[in-house]
């Protein structure tokens, strides 16, 4: 009777009820109090970019090693010994991964292999055969390859891991394309010095290093209209192909290709050549200025890129493209030239979000400005709830919900404890080249000093209980609401609630 009243809420039954001390776990839950003992999708084997978007991202380490295992082998009875003993390997990786960093896969692979020999102490030819059998499957981990533990900032490890997968060699592309153009932009200028030495008007500036290899009469063929023979160059034209060749030949493509805005105090993500953190009290208003300072950076690239195309074709139409590209901005470029740009993440928490951010955060997303918002929802509080109110005080502010009233957002709200998922809402956002929220529930509980659970069992549970349900939402996939959303992250979607054996 106590208990069914302090479960309503009287005053009175609560003053004579005591908390439980200490770490106080329902009976079920005991079993999960040691993580090491059990198996779950972490640690992640991250694959090197091969240079395809179809390239696998991530897998769990020991699918990636039994997979990788059962295509060496041939018969039931082959490299028996290593497949019986792969989760010992597992879980010495796991241990291993006291950081939550990456590390390189090959360097524990090696060392988890060396440490499994000693451990089982086999005869010789057992040993010999053992050995044989590892350094085959250590052939499966490709140089680069690394593996990653759960932990805090698991979710942004992962952001810049499929960031890489996308962009390195989209702009090594681009790199070889702009090389090209100035190449050609170069030769119409040589043409242009070899016409003027043929006249007697070209100077010193005729008798260039690179002019005695230069056969002008083939070169003309680069303007296109072999009619005009060796009319000169309109200087206007000359000016314009100077210009854009010059605004390329200095363009220099630095190893950064995401910057995350806000406070972030990891040393491993600071560490990372192709990462940049932009410290900021006002992420979603930094961001906004950071990529539009970047975006006018590229707009000049981009503009130089597409001139050249059209110069060394001669198709170059002052009346048509002189306006235009004076212009020219970021709203003018390409799904393939957006891709370029460098990502700007805001990182945020949610409670800001809800409150003094807002109209910040407000004005970011309906400003179409391909732009990231990631933030970490807890499943058990309410991000809108004032200092003294309790999480279940007032209704709960839906991030997610207000996301979608943009309509033109990408919003995924999703689990660190899915990477699958994860990395579905991570792709889909950034090919989408639009302004996107990324919601992700981590499991942390920033209230616990020693949490009683491991975040990957907190986080999973926030997902099989519906208390932070699965949910992508891409604008670009239809034009209705039906064909924009996905719930097929969450257990069994089809039932209320998942039922587990």
Same mark, same amino acid.
């Given at each position: ?23 106080? #776990?329902? /009976?079920? %839950?005991?079993?999960?109090?040691? =993580?090491? &003992?059990?198996?779950? @999708?972490?640690?992640? !084997? ?83 055969? #053992?050995? /044989?059998? %590892?350094?085959?499957?250590?052939? =499966?981990? &490709?140089?680069?390859? @690394?593996?990653?533990? !759960? ?351």
């Amino acid at each position: 009777n106590m208990l069914r009243r302090f479960h309503y809420g009287e005053p009175a039954a609560t003053a004579n009820t005591a908390k439980p001390a200490g770490g106080i #776990l329902p /009976a079920l %839950l005991n079993p999960y109090r040691d =993580a090491s &003992a059990i198996r779950y @999708q972490y640690p992640l !084997y991250l694959a090197p970019p091969d240079g395809t978007d179809q390239a696998m991202l991530a897998k769990p380490a020991a699918e990636h090693l039994m997979d990788s295992l059962e295509e060496l082998t041939l018969g039931e009875n082959d490299a028996k010994i290593l497949k019986d003993n792969l989760p010992w390997i597992e879980r010495y990786i796991r241990q291993q991964l006291k950081s939550p960093a990456p590390v390189d896969a090959l360097e524990v692979f090696e060392a988890a292999g060396a440490a499994m020999q000693e451990q089982l102490g086999l005869e010789q030819s057992s040993r010999e055969q #053992l050995a /044989a059998d %590892l350094e085959r499957l250590k052939a =499966a981990i &490709a140089p680069g390859g @690394q593996f990653l533990g !759960y932990g805090p900032h698991a979710s942004l490890h992962l952001m810049v891991h499929a960031i890489r997968h996308r962009n390195e060699h989209t702009r090594e592309a681009f790199r070889q394309q702009v090389n090209k153009y100035i190449h050609g932009l170069s030769s119409l200028l040589e043409v242009e010095k070899a016409k003027a030495a043929e006249t007697g008007k070209g100077g010193d500036d005729a008798d260039g290093a690179a002019s005695r290899y230069l056969d002008s009469g083939a070169l003309s063929g680069m303007l296109g209209k072999r009619a005009r023979g060796s009319v000169n160059l309109p200087a206007e034209r000359r000016t314009r192909i100077e210009g854009a060749l010059q605004v390329l030949q200095a363009w220099q493509d630095g190893p950064v290709l995401v910057k995350f805005v806000g406070t972030l105090d990891d040393p491993a993500l600071a560490a990372l050549p192709a990462l940049e953190i932009v410290s900021s009290g006002n992420p979603c208003t930094t961001a906004t200025e950071i990529f539009t300072q970047d975006a006018t950076k590229f707009a000049q690239l981009f503009a130089a890129a597409r001139i050249a195309a059209l110069e060394i074709e001669d198709k170059y139409d002052p009346e048509i493209h002189d306006s235009w590209f004076a212009s020219f901005d970021w709203q003018a470029f390409s799904d393939e030239e957006m891709q370029l740009v460098t990502r700007i993440m805001a990182l945020v928490s949610a409670d800001h979000l809800a409150g003094d951010g807002l109209p910040a955060f407000t004005k970011l997303l309906g400003s179409r400005l391909p732009v990231h918002v990631l933030t970490w929802v807890r499943a058990y509080d309410n991000p809108a709830a004032r200092p003294g109110e309790g999480p279940f005080d007032a209704y709960r502010f839906e991030l997610a919900y207000f996301g979608v009233g943009h309509r033109q957002v990408v919003v995924a709200q999703s689990s660190a404890a899915r990477h699958e998922d994860l990395l579905k809402g991570f792709l889909c956002a950034l090919d989408s080249n639009r302004t996107s929220l990324h919601l992700i529930n981590r499991g942390t509980q920033t209230k616990t000093e020693k949490p009683l659970l491991d975040p990957w069992f907190v986080a999973s549970a926030a997902l099989e209980s519906r208390a932070h349900p699965f949910l992508l939402v891409n604008p670009d996939a239809g034009d209705h609401a039906a064909e924009r959303i996905s719930f097929g992250g969450n257990p069994q979607m089809d039932n209320d609630w998942p039922v587990e054996k």
